[in-house]
């Protein structure tokens, strides 16, 4: 097991390297020169050539291209992302807070999600077809065709406005915590359970618990057997659903004016400040690599099969 | 056409296919279908609801909004699908020539689609806006290059399960053609497995590619589209809640129908093709036996 | 005395329609060995499921089953869970499926155990190790450790004869446990069911599609298709003198074959 989780995280090195190669090449991928692009963010009335030709010197983007990105490796590795374009502060003193903000719903959330995916999973594979199944199913059916930030609009609508019990935006108390968490867990939740629910149903189908009665063990012992090898395929997806989450709360934050990183870049992004979208592409890929190393390695103990794979 | 038969016996499914191709229609024959000008606009109509000319009533600019939600179904619904049969197509292609020849090309080929898919999708997506500028074509551009190389994947596992049947090997061990092969051996049954997967897809880039209009990475004005649109009422939605209803319900309905036609697919190509391949082998085996049953007497 | 007396049992699917078994009657004599043979889908394993009430949950059967004089259609499922396992033991097909693929098969055995007789882990340790030596199972204490996927079927196989041995049921269910396996572990498994009934005297019923390993161990066979029995009797008359053509069509085509192979052996001596 040991030697497993050692090479499965030596793996992720090259990953890292190859996905930090591509964020910064995408960066430059951009039809116009970086250096029209800071001078354009900061809003300077005439752009003249000298003055592109200076940009590029103090920012080095005359330099091979090679050693740019040698230069801005050693920086990312100290946490410095450079300056932003537009207002000149440090990109990580923007996002440091923004992200700490954005964890804090999404683990909140995935809590909330994980918890409602199992149960829900667990109770309607028990009473597969029967009136339970068959509503929550239909309910989960359409809650997840409903646009998040609609979802988000009418509640916003109904318990801030008309019974006014909860603060419409903003992150200012518990309090403001309780809409967008509701409405992620509910777009999300539908998706997770039915993993959980087939999961489930296609275990209840297999040979060993048909042995296990046969040999006469209680029911209860049945369904732990049965809820052991479903969850430990729930297991890993829902390792995955973090990092998801985390980076696709850039629509409830902008409803609920969160000051988060989804606000963060959506706001780089029309603005076109470079640095901030290269930290953020590069933060969220790394967690995204991270946590799929992680759900390989719970995987893998969960289930010994798969630590042959080395 | 099996598979039409056996999706005609659910009624739900059925549905669900004909308000997509209502749909589909709707948004190829807009100039015919809708009453008015999408971008027309009337400022002493402005906010007036639903009237006899105006079926939706009217939004903040005086524009019709039936006009606008049928006009919406082209960059909403219609070039998704474009994107999404692109994207389908390129990742088909790499997923059948790496699940076929296996070896090497294979390991490459799923090296690269690795890196792709380590990168979260709606972050690149946003990374791609955020590069190339905000508009329809670059939210396009930027889904196409995130899912081909999931499609490749999915169609890569579905590919290496044919090609390991039986009829494929006796194809090759016969000499024909690899193309040939691949055309008319493999592809029908793995079309099953893409339609399943490609209509689930179609949900989920839907509702992304609505959730970066309303956050105005998308089209842009005075083009209608239902994600804008709804951004739009947005702006009034404490004083004029109505307008997020019709924009906001479309896409519930057509995202709905995609939904259920997909799992409707899955249940009635998976089963179906896994025990007709059993049912057909076990009626084979009674049709044997049974002359061969009758001639042991005598 | 019978152990088993079937009458009238009717499994149908309640999703279908469809009947699986129309109409069985049958008896299985105290201490025999009754074979159930029959092509796939003509209702075996059906049959011996209805009897320990372990169908799918949309299948439903009537009739009566008596076993030792019981009705076990009358049961309630606490009562009849009680039956599995210590009265009536079943020994599955494809042992690599038959154990949790997550746990190690000592935990099943425990539990197993520990639910029907309360022992310690120490006692059960004793008792299966025990069991496990007298099927020819070696390093008992190593595989009670090891996870279901790196043993072989056949191992897999003796394992679950041994739990039997442990249980001592009055009647064994043997559901084709020779079909998964080659032919050296067949003629294992076969001999350590043998050896399994004349020290235990317990009953059992054998389903299997093979003629060869029937004729080895079984006293009575029962031929099934499409549901129905359509011969029964001792195993040496239903084999010299088949009355029903199915069961000559079967005889005939096991004859051909050992025929051959007899005739090539002799041949070479």
């Given at each position: 097991?040991?030697?497993?989780?050692?090479?499965?995280?030596?793996?992720?090195?090259p990953?890292?390297?190859?996905i930090?190669?591509?964020?910064?090449v995408?960066?430059?991928l951009?039809?116009l020169?970086?250096?029209?692009?800071?001078?354009?963010?900061q809003?300077?009335?005439q752009?003249?050539?000298?003055?592109?030709?200076?940009?590029?010197e103090?920012?080095?983007?005359?330099?091979?291209?090679?050693?740019?990105?040698?230069n801005?490796?050693?920086?990312?590795?100290?946490?410095?992302?450079g300056?932003?374009?537009?207002s000149?502060?440090?990109?990580w003193?923007?996002?440091?807070?923004?992200?700490?903000?954005?964890l804090?719903?999404?683990?909140?959330?995935?809590?909330?999600?994980?918890?409602?995916?199992?149960?829900?999973?667990?109770?309607?594979?028990?009473r597969?077809g029967?009136?339970?199944?068959?509503?929550?199913?239909?309910?989960?059916?359409?809650?997840?065709?409903?646009?998040?930030?609609?979802?988000?609009?009418i509640?916003?609508?109904?318990?801030s406005?008309?019974?006014?019990?909860?603060?419409?935006?903003?992150m200012?108390?518990?309090?403001?915590?309780i809409?967008?968490?509701?409405?992620?867990?509910?777009?999300?939740?539908?998706?997770?359970?039915?993993?959980?629910?087939?999961?489930?149903?296609?275990?209840?189908?297999?040979d060993?618990?048909?042995?296990a009665?046969?040999?006469?063990?209680?029911?209860?012992?049945?369904?732990?057997?049965?809820?052991?090898?479903?969850?430990?395929v729930a297991?890993?997806?829902?390792?995955?659903?973090?990092?998801?989450?985390?980076?696709?709360?850039?629509?409830?934050?902008?409803?609920?004016?969160?000051?988060?990183l989804?606000?963060?870049?959506?706001?780089?992004?029309?603005?076109?400040?470079?640095?901030?979208?290269?930290?953020?592409?590069l933060?969220?890929?790394?967690t995204?690599?991270?946590?799929?190393?992680?759900?390989?390695i719970?995987?893998?103990?969960?289930?010994?099969?798969?630590?042959?794979?080395? | 056409?099996?598979?039409?038969?056996?999706?005609?016996?659910?009624?739900?499914?059925?549905?669900?296919?004909?308000?997509?191709?209502v749909?589909?229609?709707?948004?190829?024959?807009?100039?015919?279908?809708a009453?008015?000008d999408?971008?027309q606009?009337?400022?002493?109509?402005?906010?007036?609801?639903?009237?006899?000319?105006y079926?939706?009533?009217?939004?903040?600019?005086?524009?019709?909004?039936?006009s606008?939600l049928?006009?919406?179904?082209?960059?909403?619904?219609?070039?998704?699908?474009?994107?999404?049969?692109?994207?389908?197509?390129?990742?088909?292609?790499v997923?059948?020539?790496?699940?076929?020849?296996?070896?090497k090309?294979?390991?490459?080929?799923?090296?690269?689609?690795?890196?792709?898919?380590?990168?979260?999708?709606?972050?690149?997506?946003?990374?791609?806006?955020?590069?190339?500028?905000?508009?329809?074509?670059?939210?396009?551009?930027?889904?196409?290059?995130?899912?081909?190389?999931w499609?490749?994947?999915?169609i890569?596992?579905?590919?290496?399960?044919?090609?390991?049947?039986?009829y494929?090997?006796f194809?090759k061990?016969?000499?024909?053609?690899?193309?040939?092969?691949?055309?008319?051996?493999?592809?029908?049954?793995?079309?099953?497995?893409?339609?399943?997967?490609?209509?689930?897809?179609?949900?989920?880039?839907?509702?992304?590619i609505?959730?970066?209009?309303?956050?105005?990475?998308?089209?842009?004005?005075?083009?209608?589209?239902?994600g804008?649109?709804?951004?739009?009422?947005r702006?009034?939605?404490?004083?004029?809640?109505?307008?997020m209803?019709?924009?906001?319900l479309?896409?519930v309905?057509?995202?709905?129908?995609?939904?259920f036609?997909?799992?409707?697919?899955?249940?009635?190509?998976?089963?179906?093709?896994?025990?007709?391949?059993?049912?057909?082998?076990?009626?084979?085996e009674?049709?044997?036996?049974?002359p061969?049953?009758?001639?042991?007497?005598? | 005395?019978?152990?088993?007396?079937?009458?009238?049992?009717?499994?149908?699917d309640?999703?279908?329609g469809?009947?699986i078994?129309?109409?069985?009657?049958?008896?299985?004599k105290?201490?025999?060995?009754?074979?159930?043979?029959?092509?796939?889908?003509?209702?075996?394993?059906?049959?011996?499921?209805?009897?320990?009430?372990?169908?799918?949950?949309?299948?439903?059967?009537?009739?009566?089953?008596?076993?030792?004089?019981?009705?076990?259609?009358?049961?309630?499922?606490?009562?009849?869970?009680?039956?599995?396992?210590?009265?009536?033991?079943?020994?599955?097909?494809?042992?690599?499926?038959?154990?949790?693929?997550?746990?190690?098969?000592?935990?099943?055995?425990?539990e197993?155990?520990?639910q029907?007789?309360?022992?310690?882990?120490?006692?059960i340790?004793?008792?299966?190790?025990?069991?496990?030596e007298?099927?020819?199972?070696?390093?008992?204490?190593?595989?009670?450790?090891?996870?279901?996927h790196?043993?072989?079927?056949?191992?897999?196989?003796?394992?679950?004869i041994?739990?039997?041995?442990?249980?001592?049921?009055?009647?064994i269910?043997a559901?084709e446990?020779?079909?998964?396996?080659?032919?050296i572990?067949q003629?294992?498994?076969?001999?350590?069911?043998?050896?399994?009934?004349?020290?235990?005297?317990?009953?059992?019923?054998?389903?299997?599609?093979d003629?060869?390993?029937?004729?080895k161990?079984?006293?009575d066979?029962?031929?099934?298709?499409?549901?129905?029995i359509?011969?029964r009797?001792?195993?040496?008359?239903?084999?010299?003198?088949?009355?029903?053509?199915?069961?000559?069509?079967?005889?005939?085509?096991?004859?051909?074959?050992?025929?051959?192979?007899?005739?090539?052996?002799?041949?070479?001596?």
């Open positions: 097991m040991g030697s497993y989780i050692v090479k499965r995280i030596l793996l992720t090195i990953l890292l390297i190859i930090s190669f591509i964020t910064f995408l960066i430059n951009s039809p020169d970086p250096a029209v692009v800071v001078l354009q963010a809003e300077v009335p752009i003249t050539d000298e003055l592109i030709a200076q940009t590029n103090a920012l080095g983007f005359d330099q091979p291209f090679m050693i740019q990105y040698a801005w490796i050693m920086a990312v590795l100290q946490l410095d992302f300056n932003s374009y537009v000149g502060e440090p990109v003193s923007l996002m440091g807070p923004a992200f700490m903000n954005t804090k719903l999404t683990l909140v959330s995935s809590v909330f999600i994980i918890a409602l995916s199992i149960l829900l999973g667990v109770i309607c594979a028990m597969e029967k009136l339970l199944d068959r509503s929550v199913r239909g309910i989960s059916f359409f809650l997840t065709a409903m646009p998040s930030y609609w979802l988000a609009a509640m916003i609508w109904y318990f406005v008309k019974l006014d019990l909860l603060p419409t935006s903003g200012d108390s518990y309090r403001s915590y809409l967008p968490v509701i409405v992620i867990t509910v777009s999300y939740t539908g998706i997770y359970f039915r993993t959980v629910r087939s999961s489930m149903l296609s275990n209840m189908n297999e060993y618990v048909l042995y009665r046969a040999s006469g063990l209680s029911e209860k012992k049945v369904t732990l057997h049965i809820l052991k090898n479903s969850l430990q297991v890993s997806i829902f390792c995955m659903a973090i990092p998801i989450v985390l980076g696709s709360t850039v629509v409830i934050e902008n409803v609920f004016a969160w000051p988060g989804g606000r963060l870049s959506v706001k780089s992004i029309l603005s076109r400040d470079f640095p901030i979208i290269q930290a953020y592409v933060m969220l890929a790394v995204f690599v991270l946590f799929n190393t992680l759900s390989d719970i995987n893998a103990a969960m289930n010994p099969r798969l630590r042959k794979e080395f | 056409m099996r598979i039409l038969k056996n999706l005609s016996k659910d009624k739900l499914a059925m549905t669900s296919l004909v308000v997509i191709i749909m589909i229609i709707a948004g190829i024959f807009a100039p015919l279908i009453p008015h999408p971008g606009v009337n400022m002493k109509l402005r906010y007036a609801s639903s009237s006899w000319d079926l939706l009533g009217n939004d903040h600019l005086g524009r019709c909004v039936l606008r049928i006009y919406g179904i082209r960059p909403s619904v219609l070039w998704v699908l474009v994107a999404l049969s692109l994207s389908v197509l390129i990742g088909a292609i997923g059948f020539i790496a699940g076929y020849f296996k070896g090309v294979d390991a490459w080929i799923m090296r690269v689609c690795d890196i792709m898919l380590s990168f979260p999708g709606y972050v690149m997506t946003l990374a791609v806006v955020g590069i190339l500028g905000a508009g329809l074509e670059n939210i396009l551009i930027a889904f196409v290059w995130m899912k081909w190389a499609f490749a994947r999915v890569r596992t579905s590919v290496m399960q044919f090609s390991d049947m039986d494929v090997k194809a061990a016969s000499g024909t053609p690899n193309l040939r092969i691949i055309t008319k051996h493999i592809v029908p049954v793995t079309f099953a497995d893409i339609a399943v997967i490609a209509s689930g897809s179609m949900c989920s880039m839907m509702l992304q609505s959730g970066l209009s309303f956050l105005g990475l998308g089209i842009q004005a005075p083009h209608a589209e239902w804008m649109m709804l951004n739009e009422a702006e009034v939605m404490f004083s004029r809640p109505e307008l209803l019709a924009p906001g479309a896409i309905v057509v995202v709905s129908a995609f939904n036609l997909s799992d409707a697919l899955q249940v009635a190509l998976d089963p179906k093709l896994m025990t007709s391949q059993g049912k057909s082998d076990k009626s084979y009674s049709e044997v036996r049974k061969a049953y009758e001639y042991s007497r005598g | 005395m019978n152990i088993v007396e079937v009458e009238h049992l009717k499994v149908w309640t999703n279908t469809k009947v078994i129309h109409n069985s009657s049958f008896e299985v105290q201490g025999s060995c009754m074979a159930i043979v029959g092509e796939s889908g003509s209702g075996k394993s059906v049959t011996c499921r209805a009897i320990m009430r372990l169908n799918k949950p949309w299948i439903r059967q009537s009739g009566t089953m008596l076993f030792q004089g019981e009705d076990l259609n009358q049961l309630s499922e606490p009562e009849m869970r009680r039956k599995r396992g210590k009265h009536l033991c079943m020994i599955l097909q494809n042992g690599m499926s038959a154990f949790d693929p997550s746990c190690v098969i000592g935990v099943h055995i425990r197993t155990l520990q029907h007789f309360g022992w310690n882990t120490r006692v340790e004793q008792k299966i190790i025990h069991a496990m007298s099927v020819m199972l070696r390093h008992p204490r190593e595989i009670l450790n090891q996870y279901p790196q043993l072989s079927g056949g191992m897999l196989q003796r394992i679950m041994a739990l039997a041995l442990v249980l001592e049921p009055d009647l269910i559901d446990p020779t079909t998964a396996l080659d032919t572990s003629y294992e498994v076969v001999e350590q069911l043998i050896q399994l009934r004349e020290r235990m005297g317990c009953s059992m019923m054998f389903i299997s599609h003629l060869g390993v029937v004729q161990i079984a006293d066979v029962m031929v099934m298709k499409d549901g129905e359509v011969e009797g001792s195993m040496h008359s239903v084999l010299t003198e088949p009355k029903h053509a199915y069961t000559q069509y079967l005889v005939s085509t096991r004859l051909e074959l050992s025929n051959h192979f007899k005739a090539l052996m002799q041949g070479e001596s």
